[in-house]
């Protein structure tokens, strides 16, 4: 609420009939040459002004932005909402319900803990492919999603009563990001504040890292920890340092036969390879009015495979378009127009801001790609798929048994500080001597499933080909050109092999809505493609199970076999636990790979099939022209299926309404739950913040290497019942096949401490050869080989702090909140990298570990560290003083008693708000005490 308006910026805008209070950034010296990006961070700081938290001088600052400096300004930025998901958000929402009986317990009134922040959420995460291929495949995956997750679903509806300002999206209606694009953004946000109607531009921070895919609308927005989103929803200022912001022109348009994934994946490509972790991408330029709506929310989302903040678009007519389209009222979209012109938000090709750096792409020279088979950058022109999978496979397969591991590391250009490694440099250790690797991996398994279906498998086959997630399902130019493919392979007789998973799940029943229109549904189906579940699905390692002939076929043949989805993330061990080599496509080329049935496939010169007369068929024989896709586009999309779809988007469905649920302030935990249980955060907490410590006797639960993603800390997909979360889950009388996945359980510390660090991919390197969950525990005579968790509660029972010491870009993939928490309630007190990914690094301190970082150019190997050593860390203490040191001193003492490893660390605590998050703990004690 702002108390101060320094610069006389509070005006009033007339539209239609209605009055709206505005802080103009025009009265601002410097605005013009602005941004649009820092135009919206502007406006936020001249409504937020307080004389405290955000200042006259943070104002000036982003008025006289140096385009060419370094950031080193911190502003305080105010989003207008909140957005969630169901994994993420049940965490935030079961923290929320505790601190609700904390305040008690501090004398304070319970119902103060409310979101501040209007807040939604979104329940698109805890849909399982189980069933797939058959059309009753969407009703039965539903019901088995309610069964898994009916205690989380009760607690949700709980909240969604308890709590004002928050809203539910109940399950089997859409993924956050399509419905948030679709539905839930204004682009200009309306709020009554003291009996004055203000309008601002719409922001929002996610607890999904895709939440940047309303980037595309013009709406400021990205993901960030569930940690930062709950002190954001408690009216907590995000703090952020003034970013660089790269503008990326846009020119000439998409040549026939590319689609928006090609596009975006040639994006991520470009992106990554100049640097971007950290800035604001924005797109400008004359080729930006020729980029459809749907295309630019795909280049949003990907925002956090390049590894920028935000990646967005300014607002203009095509924006006013699709909120027409999509069914926003004729006074919103006359608002939209009227304030960004008013802020000089709209979008003048002439004017051209001032950017910190400058990239530009000539959209005429896209060719078809795809991406993999392990991050979402290793870009792979579609014609050479086939050359360069036999160049990975080596990577991946059991080679004439001789090749028994192959460790693949990689760098690529770490966060902060940049690094000077090449892109894509690959250094391969072999660990057993091979002095002759063969042209192409192949060991050919014949497969015999129950209805008598007899095939071979081989390395390569395609076992999953998934139409998933809301980076392409949002986009109907490649979602009506899978279709149409569909439908001239259906009329040639084509069939997907018999070995591939094929789901299909939209964004949004607005997308059945159009298939049903355009008469694709049958030709989709008629190839396996039917609807699954409207949620994330395979994109988050909810592909269910591989078909079990198959699986039996890759486990006993050690088969590395691929799935091909149309989505942002294919990280190792990500998608499936049986599947090792993940490509990312559009939709069109996931049902062309489903009828090829092997990434050992040549497009251009091997055929899909032959048609009814014997002749062979190629993708080019079926791939759909642009003008027929565009043609069916505009014949089979209009606002009333948006207006249907979205009428009741908070009811849900008869499961939901008749979902038994508690009422009351607080919630009524239950004892047996497995799912949500009530969290220790806040256990003995006392008004005054204990002064933080400095560090001694330290032991090392992991050494990691460089590109250690959240994917490898945080606990997701399967729960495999030999990890200590299945021995939990089955010693407190959970059947193995009622398991389900970790993200369903993130309302459990119980069982996401057991599972963080567990990713069957990490690789530990105080062991080796050995991948998993797993290190040394040194409580024990001579550190033997045990569970990650279980040397933690050794530790923990010895009083002995942990650390963690890790290579470049740690933390890098999605914001997980987990990978924080879990970190934290494991024991860890510190994290020493080289570099940190943004998000992560945040998180570490809202969880109270203090994220260091080795000197420049100095790592754990470098410096002679084995990770055996105990460490102590000084000048921590230095924080009680009110400020924060610039380095604290790292003393390593080897084992065997030799001379010590000695080095100053520096303190990655950034901004003085974070250093008050570490000073009392964390970012939730600190909430809480400003509360009460």
Known sequence: MSTVDSFGAKSTLTVGSTDYEIFRTDAVPGYEKLPFSLKVLLENLLRTEDGAN?????????????????????????????????????????????????????????????????????????????????????????????????????????????????????????????????????VTYTREVDGVLRAYPDTCVGTDSHTTMVNGLGVLGWGVGGIEAEAAMLGQP????????????????????????????????????????????????????????ANRATIGNMSPEFGSTAAIFPIDDVTLDYLRLTGRSDDQVALVEAYSKAQTLWHDPANEPTFSEYLELDLGTVVPSIAGPKRPQDRIILSDAKAQFEKDLLNYADVDHDLVDLEVS????????????????????????????????????????ADGTEYTLDHGAVTIAAITSCTNTSNPSVMLAAGLLARNAARKGLKAKPWVKTTMAPGSKVVTEYYEKAGLTDDLEALGFFTVGYGCTTCIGNSGPLIEEVSAAVNENDLAVTAVLSGNRNFEGRINPDVKMNYLASPPLVIAYALAGSMNFDFETDPLGTDGDGNAVFLKDIWPDAAEVQATIDSSIDTDMFD??????????????????PTGATFE????????????????????????????????????????????????????????????????????????????????????????????????????????GYTRDFTQEGGPQSFIYDASVNYQAAGTPLVI?????????????????????????????????????SNLIGMGVIPLQFPAGQSADSLGLTGTETFAISGITELNEGRTPATVHVTATPEDGGTPVEFDAVVRIDTPGEADYYRNGGILQYVLRSLV
């Not at 495949?137 to 999603?145: D, G, H, P, T, Y």
């Not at 902060?416 to 042209?439: C, G, W």
């Not at 009428?647 to 008749?658: L, M, N, Y």
């Open 54 to 186: 955000v200042t006259k001088q943070q104002i000036e600052a982003l008025g006289s932005w140096d385009a060419a400096a370094e950031p080193d300004t911190e502003i305080q930025f105010t989003p207008a909402r909140v957005i969630m998901q169901d994994f993420t958000g049940v965490p935030c929402i079961v923290d929320l319900a505790t601190m609700r009986e904390a305040v008690a317990d501090l004398g304070g009134d319970p119902t103060k803990i409310n979101p501040l922040s209007p807040a939604e959420l979104v329940i698109d995460h805890s849909v399982i492919a189980d069933l797939f291929g058959r059309a009753d495949a969407f009703e039965r995956n539903v019901e088995i999603e309610y069964q898994r997750n009916g205690e989380r679903y009760q607690f949700l509806r709980w909240g969604q009563t308890a709590f004002n300002d928050f809203k539910v999206v109940p399950p089997g209606t859409g993924i956050v990001h399509q419905v948030n694009i679709e539905y839930l953004a204004r």
């Open 238 to 293: 995000v703090s952020m340092l003034i970013p660089r912001v790269v503008g990326f022109k846009l020119t000439g348009t998409i040549p026939t036969g590319v689609t928006a994934t090609d596009v975006v994946l040639t994006i991520t490509d470009m992106l990554r390879k100049h640097g971007v972790v950290g800035k604001f991408v924005e797109f400008y330029g004359d080729g930006v009015a020729s980029v459809p709506l």
């Open 410 to 449: 990689e760098s690529f250009p770490a966060s902060d500080p940049p690094s000077n490694t090449p892109e894509n440099e690959h250094s391969i250790h072999l660990h057993h001597h091979r002095s002759h690797a063969p042209a192409s991996a192949s060991k050919p398994s014949h497969v015999v499933q």
């Open 644 to 661: 249907r779809e979205y009428a009741g988007v908070f009811d849900g469905d008869e499961r939901w309404q008749s979902l038994p649920t």
């Open 669 to 772: 935990w239950a004892d047996a739950s497995t799912y949500v249980r009530k969290p220790p955060y806040f256990e003995g907490m006392t008004l005054q913040p204990e002064p933080v410590s400095d560090i001694a006797g330290a032991r090392v639960l992991a050494k990691l290497g460089d590109s250690v993603t959240t994917d490898h800390i945080s606990p997701a997909g399967s729960i495999k019942a030999e990890s200590p979360a299945g021995q939990y889950l089955t010693e407190h009388g959970v059947d193995r096949k009622d398991f389900n996945s970790y993200g369903s359980r993130r309302g459990n510390h119980e069982v996401m401490i057991r599972g963080t660090f567990a990713n069957i991919r990490l690789r530990n390197q105080l062991l080796s050869g050995v991948e998993g």
């Open 805 to 841: 010491l890790a290579g470049k870009e740690y933390g890098s993939g999605s914001s997980r909140d987990w990978a924080a928490k879990g970190t934290r309630l494991l024991g860890v007190r510190a994290v020493i990298a080289e570099s940190y990914e943004r998000i992560h690094r």
